[in-house]
């Protein structure tokens, strides 16, 4: 998902994503932590996202530009 997809979201729906986000990062750490094999990338790309999420949910409260 494209930074300029999430800015266009409406905070309640940003504050969604990022509850999803943050519990797939879990299940991949509990899955981990398990000695199931996942892929290596996801637990960057979900880092990542939630970083962008938290960024325009910060923009937005803020009122600046995104």
Known sequence: MSFKDIVKRTPA????????LRREQFNL?????????????????VKKSIARVKTAL?????????
């Open 29 to 45: 750490r509990m899955a981990a932590a398990a000695g199931q094999p996942a892929k290596s990338d996801q637990f960057g790309k």
């Open 13 to 20: 729906e940003l504050r969604e994503e990022l509850l999803k």
């Open 58 to 66: 910060s923009q937005q409260r803020l009122g600046g530009k995104v």
